[in-house]
């Protein structure tokens, strides 16, 4: 019985190795490299005006532990234009789902995406608040020889 266990246990620890290579390898060193600069920060983009030296804040990225953006603010005048979140598939690192907000941090689009096996983009699904889908985008590639 305690075999079989370990067995299990040691298949298991395999697969997930397996599976976070994987993940790792549809990204190129270049990607990895950016990720590792990223991870925990945040970066805040200013605008001066050049006559009267007034600041404001433009833009706003958030990034994750593991380098990944996954938070996104614009501003206006008035303050906050629209934000976006990511959510991230742990196995793939690949968004799956961004929930758009207005000025107001009211939710205003969900999109889901679908991946293919080979890290491109497949479907994009478009939901209102509500969770009503209102639109699916599919993404055709198409390589010449050209």
């Known amino acids: 019985m305690t075999f079989t266990i370990k067995r299990i246990a040691a298949?298991?620890?395999?697969?997930?190795?397996?599976?976070?290579s994987f993940a790792n390898s549809l990204l190129t060193p270049e990607q990895l490299a950016k990720r590792e600069k990223r991870k925990n920060l945040t970066v805040k983009e200013w605008n001066t005006d050049s006559r009267s030296k007034a600041r404001w804040l433009d833009h706003i990225k958030v990034y994750d532990a593991q380098g990944r953006c996954i938070e996104e603010i614009e501003y206006a005048s008035?303050?906050?234009?629209?934000?976006?979140t990511s959510k991230y598939d742990d196995k793939t690192g690949k968004v799956l789902e961004e929930v758009e907000y207005n000025d107001r941090n009211r939710p205003v689009r969900i999109r889901k995406y679908e991946w293919n096996a080979d890290g491109t983009k497949a479907k994009q699904y478009n939901y209102l608040p509500n969770g009503?889908?209102?639109?699916?985008?599919?993404?055709?590639y198409i390589f010449s020889d050209k």
């Open 78 to 84: 008035y303050g906050q234009r629209k934000r976006i």
């Open 132 to 140: 009503k889908l209102y639109s699916v985008k599919v993404f055709e």
């Open 11 to 20: 298949a298991s620890l395999v697969l997930a190795l397996a599976l976070g």
